[in-house]
């Protein structure tokens, strides 16, 4: 594993890569609030030359600039997928891999540009209720959070932070919440603070439905994983409503995990992704 940086629309976005750059790659793309370490224990197993990258306003990519004349300046979805576009422009085509939001960035992406999508995997990234009918309270929500920036708590040390993270997820070990950390946070006075950025925690003004992401998922061209696990938050009402709409897919639920199945079970999805890959890329 080795940090690298990728130039993605004129910025330097934080990165982790595996192997030689040969071949078509498997990106791998992190949910909410996470990072690009948080592969540390799959991406190793999978075959080839593999990147995951820290989306923007997450882990060592650029956070929100104050300028209104600067394009760097939204956290909407389709900032995300422009990311990736940019991204793939470079790469050529590739195989996806993405954890819940990171899933939905994917799964749209391939189907509004399947051209460059040679595989896909959604470790519970579909699934997301639909909120069309809250159109209202979203942007009132919306203009309350806006009203006054939200900013991240201060830990006094790595440590603080790393205990903190373990009582968000009591599976993971020391270890593996110490490598987490390492990327997951930042120096700031006092000590340190969550590497990404406060402003994810107010929430778009737009609802998601069901019915725009299904558009995107009936273009999905190539094969595709979808890979659950035992303990979802997702209603699986929501989840077959979604993913029904790609014919090309196989399907795999992991016991014994939570939402977090890269950290719950990384030997489990890590074998499953590489033998997905194996079958696409030889």
């Known amino acids: 594993m080795r940090e690298t940086t990728w130039t993605i629309r004129g910025r330097p976005f934080g990165a982790l890569e595996w192997g030689e750059p040969a071949g078509a790659p498997v990106v791998f793309l992190h949910g909410y609030l996470d990072h690009a370490g948080a592969w540390a224990g ?6 080839g030359w593999r990147i995951a990258y820290d989306h923007r306003g997450h882990g060592r990519s650029p956070h929100l600039t104050p300028s209104d004349a600067d394009p760097f ?9 422009a990311d990736l576009d940019d991204l793939l422009r470079q790469l050529g085509p590739a195989v996806l891999v993405g954890h819940s939001m990171g899933g939905t960035i994917a799964s749209m992406y391939a189907g509004v540009r399947p051209e460059r999508v040679l595989g896909l995997v959604t470790v519970d990234g579909l699934g997301l209720p639909d909120s069309s009918e809250r159109a209202v309270e979203r942007m009132l929500e919306f203009l309350d959070e806006t009203a006054v920036l939200p900013v991240n708590k201060v830990f006094v040390s790595r440590a603080e932070a790393a205990q903190r993270l373990r009582r968000t997820h009591p599976a993971l070990s020391v270890e593996v919440a110490d490598a987490l950390i390492a990327r997951g946070v930042r120096e700031v006075e006092g000590g340190v603070t969550w590497s990404w950025d406060a402003r994810h925690r107010i929430r778009g003004p737009i609802p998601y439905r069901h019915a725009n992401h299904v558009q995107f998922l009936r273009r999905v061209e190539c094969p595709v994983l ?14 077959a409503a979604l993913v029904g709409a790609m014919p090309h897919r196989r399907e795999l639920t992991v016991p014994n995990a939570g939402h977090m199945v890269h950290l719950d079970a990384p030997e489990v999805l ?11 890329l030889g």
């Open 42 to 47: 799959v991406a190793p197993l999978v075959p």
């Open 73 to 81: 300046v939204t956290y909407q979805f389709a900032e995300y997928l």
């Open 226 to 239: 979808c890979v659950y696990p035992e303990r979802s938050p997702f209603a699986a009402t929501d989840v």
């Open 270 to 280: 890590g074998a499953a992704v590489a033998e997905f890959v194996a079958s696409l």
